[in-house]
């Protein structure tokens, strides 16, 4: 029986990608096939080579179009697209392509804080900025437009007083690396 084959898709560190990788390793029914990345300097190259997974990287104009991405990911008999800290908007020849089958993490409850721009820190900036007394992540599939996508899981975590967006960006960080992999797993499994 053929594994699931997941691509991955990021644009910046990567460490969920490596907390994906390291948790399918030597699954029985999933793997990691590829990390794809529009940012040629992205340490997720790094994790890549490190970590033995195979990596493309393309410019935001050969995304753009139906053209060597959608042909690569097709020779790597991908089933499920994995965001994790990807920052362009995905056309719609992908989402036609995946149907249901593109995963995002956004590191806030959607629909709050979120939409075009709000990514990293911008979003831990405004949910401190806000005084919200929850934060969070949200699991979600991927259409055409910024995190709008029907909700698959989400997390809270609290937002003290004494917290600085960069003190709630390692409470999100931990939700991330917690929920991300399993929720993947759970999704491509039962789909
Ligand atoms: C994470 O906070 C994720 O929620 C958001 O972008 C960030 C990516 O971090 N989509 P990393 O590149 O995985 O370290």
Do not use: W
Not at 134 to 155: C, M, P, R, W
Not at 160 to 165: E, I, K, L, M, Y
Request: aromatic share 10%.
């Amino acid at each position: 029986m053929d594994k699931i084959r997941i691509a991955i898709f990021a644009s910046g560190s990567g460490s969920n990608a490596e907390n994906i990788v390291k948790y399918f390793e030597g699954h029985s029914q999933v793997q990691v096939a590829s990390i794809l990345t529009n940012n040629p300097n992205a340490y997720v190259l790094e994790r890549a080579a490190r970590l033995g997974v195979e990596s493309f990287v393309f410019t935001k104009e050969e995304f753009s179009k139906q053209g060597i991405v959608a042909t690569y990911l097709h020779a790597k008999r991908i089933d499920f697209i994995v965001l994790a800290g990807f920052l362009l908007l995905v056309p719609q020849y992908l989402v036609d392509t995946y149907p249901d089958r593109i995963i995002n993490i956004h590191p806030a409850l959607l629909p709050d804080f979120g939409g075009k721009g709000m990514y990293g820190s911008k979003v831990h900036k405004a949910v401190v900025a806000s005084g919200a007394k929850q934060s969070g992540i949200t699991i979600h599939l991927v259409n055409s437009e910024y995190d709008k996508g029907k909700i698959i899981f989400q997390a809270q975590c609290e937002v003290a007083a004494a917290d600085t967006p960069d003190t709630l960006a390692e409470k999100v960080h931990a939700l991330e690396y917690k929920y991300f992999p399993e929720q993947i797993e759970g999704y491509v499994l039962g789909k």
